[in-house]
Every structure is written in structure tokens, then in C-alpha cells.
């Protein structure tokens, strides 16, 4: 397989105390992600070192981040920006060795109170919204239905595989 980095961006210091080991869960979730998609994603195929990063950030990041880039003026638990969506992804893939994927940036309040809307532990709601996140990152995508059908699919297989209850069920 690939090399496949994750870079981890603590940008709020509540994460290091909400998951103390975060490195650990996010390569658990990265290979949870890999195992399920990797025959589903065509450039995953090709001798690279891919790479994504992560920001562990807060409300007020995420919310500027939301309202300059999606036009909404207010936070969110998890933007993506893929690189696979710019022009020239296919470009940069054929000519470099080290590819970045994108980032994937987590607001921490909004996963604290959702976590306790939900009724499932932080650690259990951060890796479902990392699952999600790496999956925009990868090309996934739900604006239409059969594509929200597939991503919901491999969420649910990958977080099978890490123990994690399906945040879909009623």
C-alpha cells in the first residue's frame, strides 16, 4: 500500500484533553477508511505518497472558514476541501510523488454539544465526522441521493470496523 500521512493541526487546546491520544484514533480511523475504500477510489491505486491535514480547531475558525468558502454565516462540525475538486488535481497527481488530498477542519463546541444532542461519546461522534471528512477528501460526495446512499454505506462499514454504532439508526 501507499505511504498515506495524516498531519494534525491542535489549533484549540480542548482536543488534548477531550482525546488525549488523538494521533492513535485518527490512524485507527485513516485505516478503517483505507480498508473499506481502497478499491473505490481510482488514485489510491497509484504509487504515491498521499497525505491529508487535519485541523482540530474550534467554532470561531470554522465559522469564518463556513462563511468565506460555503457562504454560510455560522459554524459547522466538519468542513472538507478537497483537492481532488480543483482543476488540476489529475495534473499535480501524474507529476508529483507526495500528493496532498486536502484538509479536513473540526470544530470542537460544535462537536461537544452535538455529541451530547446525540447521546454518543465525543471520541465516537469525532471519528464518524473524520470518517466523513476523509471521504469528501477521497472524492465522496452526498449532494445527490444515490451519492448520499453510497457515503452513508462506507461510513457506516467504517465505523463497523472501529466499534462504532451506525449514526444513522433511528
Known sequence: ???????????????????PSVEVLVDDVKSAVLDVVQ???????EPKNFSINLALSNDKTVHRLNKEFRHQDRPTNVLSFANIDDEDFENELEMQEDVCLGDVIVAYETMVRESEELGVSFKDHFCHLWVH?????????HMIESE???????????????AIENPYQE
Open 1 to 19: 500500500m501507499n505511504k498515506f500521512d495524516i498531519f494534525i493541526d491542535v489549533q484549540d487546546k480542548h482536543w488534548e484533553k477531550s482525546i
Open 39 to 45: 478499491n473505490d477510489v481510482w488514485f489510491l491505486s
Open 133 to 141: 471528512g476523509m471521504l469528501h477528501v477521497l472524492g465522496f460526495d
Open 148 to 162: 448520499r446512499i453510497e457515503m452513508e454505506e462506507k461510513e457506516i462499514a467504517i465505523l463497523k470496523k472501529l
